[in-house]
């Protein structure tokens, strides 16, 4: 493989390794501040266990979320120095912000962790709303970058490469910005409510989990459950609203994502199948007429732009097809099956069945899934650009050698890294299960009221 592809493959497998940990640790804690709330609002017990044992995962995730977020960062100057010339002239604000996000994360969570028995009730939820907002303002002044590649903003750019009318602000509040950052967020929410509901699911299916363990567990779904449907909802409509930023600001990636090449009003949706690159069809997809044009525009005459509008040197490549097929497909499969579990729960007032409650089981790894193939859309459809209309990722890439022997090597760091934090977390929760904490818990209640 060429400098180019081996740079973008060794970037993306950083990233998309990164995106696991950084994605749980803000829905995570979104979840622990909820179970702080539930906790004094309901007076239960069981949810101050949950935020202390879900905490317990936060920390162990940021462990690992911190040093590979610094390679990232470090790799964009090293695999991409044509690109980073234009980001240090232009959009420099939110990495610089971000660090205040990240220090505001840590700083919380430390507090939380080592003194949250010792803080009053409102404070306890102080500090750990803190911890969220540190994580998905980290988030979300990163996305901004993200945006600004796709629509750039607040600056010229000479023939000659030089650029002029820089606006910080403008490159940072870019046209897709509040869109995107919008449906970065209440996925990344929905995916950490789906990895709690996985792991109660998990514990409720164990026929050695104490009434008193399987108490907590029934909680933790239900509260998990309720997150996760509202969420998928949100990132559903997000998604739509998604389409017509496309629509506006980066049509070529829409015609791709729905194998469109002829330009056309009442234009269908395309689900499933791929792109035949030498027919220029979509193979074996269901077309649903007139929903493409109603998704870009809210019209079913909505004119949408085919790729033949645009040179094919700048197509985007035709398997971000499947790859918006399988996101979808996803969101769509776990909202249904989140309405699902709530509606055992409320409307036929019992408890989950087995069959549901393995299905559970697989929600967390699915909806992981779904982010990774949503941020490999948004990355390759924007190929051949880097920056869009402005420099291609031949432009950016860097021309070192080596960069296949870095790619492998640290393949191998990353599937080490995640054997291991698979290791502490179940090495940890097996040397303090949730009985434990029951007992803690109630024995520290028994000296409060003696």
């Known amino acids: 493989m060429d400098t180019v592809t081996l740079s973008r493959a060794f970037f993306g497998t950083s990233l998309a390794f990164h995106i696991i940990f950084a994605t749980l640790g803000i829905g995570i804690s979104f979840m622990v501040f909820l179970s702080e709330v539930m906790h004094q609002l309901k007076k239960d017990n069981d949810y101050a266990i949950m935020a202390k044992r879900w905490t317990k995962s936060v920390a162990i995730l940021l462990g690992v979320a911190i040093p590979s977020g610094t390679i990232v960062a470090v790799q964009l100057s090293l695999l991409w120095p044509g690109f980073m010339k234009i980001v240090g002239e232009v959009i420099s604000v939110p990495f610089q912000v971000e660090i205040f996000a990240f220090f505001l994360e840590a700083l919380a969570l430390s507090i939380y962790v080592y003194a949250a028995d010792r803080l009053p009730p409102n404070m306890r939820i102080l500090s750990v709303f803190l911890v969220f907002l540190g994580a998905i303002g ?71 989990s104490p009434p008193q363990a399987k108490s907590l567990h029934y909680k933790a779904l239900t509260l998990s459950l309720v997150v996760a449907f509202f969420m998928s909802l949100l990132t559903a409509l997000s998604g739509h609203g998604s389409g017509q930023n496309l629509q506006q600001h980066n049509p070529e990636k829409l015609a791709a994502a729905e194998g469109l090449f002829e330009t056309q009003r009442y234009a269908p949706l395309a689900i499933g199948g791929y792109v035949d690159p030498e027919t220029h069809k979509v193979k074996y997809g269901i077309e649903i007429p007139y929903l493409l044009s109603f998704i870009a525009g809210n019209r079913f005459d909505t004119e949408v732009k085919g790729l033949y509008e645009f040179p094919e040197e700048t197509w985007p490549p035709f398997y971000v097809h499947t790859l918006f097929n399988v996101m979808v497909g996803i969101g769509t499969l776990l909202l249904l099956l989140a309405g699902l579990g709530l509606y055992y729960r409320w409307k036929k007032k019992r408890h989950y069945p087995k069959w549901l409650l393995r299905s559970f089981i697989f929600s967390g790894p699915l909806a992981m899934l779904g982010i990774e193939f949503g941020w490999i859309f948004s990355c390759s459809g924007r190929q051949p650009w880097t920056i869009y209309g402005y420099q291609t990722t031949a432009e950016a890439a860097t021309r070192a050698a080596h960069v296949g022997f870095l790619l492998i090597l640290f393949a191998i760091v990353y599937a080490v890294l995640s054997v291991l934090v698979t290791i502490v977390m179940i090495s940890y929760f097996k040397r303090h299960p949730v009985m434990d904490d029951i007992e803690q818990f109630s024995k520290s209640q028994v000296v409060k009221g003696g």
């Open 138 to 208: 980290s988030a979300i002044l990163i996305t901004s970058a993200n945006t600004w590649m796709n629509t750039p903003a607040g600056f010229d750019m000479a023939a000659d490469g030089t650029i002029y009318n820089v606006d910080p602000w403008k490159a940072f509040f870019n046209p897709s910005f509040l869109q995107t950052s919008y449906h970065v967020s209440v996925s990344a929410l929905m995916v950490g409510a789906f990895a709690v509901a996985s792991v109660a699911a998990y514990r409720l299916l164990k026929r050695d």
